[in-house]
């Protein structure tokens, strides 16, 4: 069983700046990519940022240029630095990855971190 364990969210005024973790366990061969998605009140879960294990990164327009998406393959840990932070940012942000365990990828899910972002 793999585990994804977020952290870092909280509340922010806007313009402020977060950083969010989240670190995978359990029993795997290897991450392929590592991501966050975001899901505000009423609207649907929608990418944030992903990454592969060869560090190549992919941004939705809404937060390109203030969120940075980088990973740690050592730790097994995946990292947003979110800055400028904006009200419409307002979501539970969810850590994603796709785990291969032995000849099967896997995709497995956090449980999620609220952030908040006062204006």
């Known amino acids: 069983q793999v585990q994804l364990v977020e952290s870092g969210g909280g509340l922010v005024q806007a313009g402020g700046s977060l950083r969010l973790s989240c670190a995978a366990s359990g029993r795997f061969f290897s991450i392929n990519v590592m991501g966050w998605y975001r899901q505000a009140p009423g609207k649907q879960r929608e990418l944030v940022a992903a990454i592969t294990s060869g560090g190549i990164t992919n941004y939705a327009d809404s937060v390109k240029g203030r969120f940075t998406i980088s990973r740690d393959n050592a730790k097994n840990t995946v990292y947003l630095q979110m800055n400028s932070l904006k009200p419409e940012d307002t979501a539970v942000y969810f850590c994603?990855?796709?785990?291969?365990?032995?000849?099967?990828?896997?995709?497995?899910w956090g449980k999620g971190t609220l952030v908040t972002v006062s204006s």
């Open positions: 994603n990855a796709d785990v291969r365990v032995i000849a099967t990828i896997i995709d497995y």
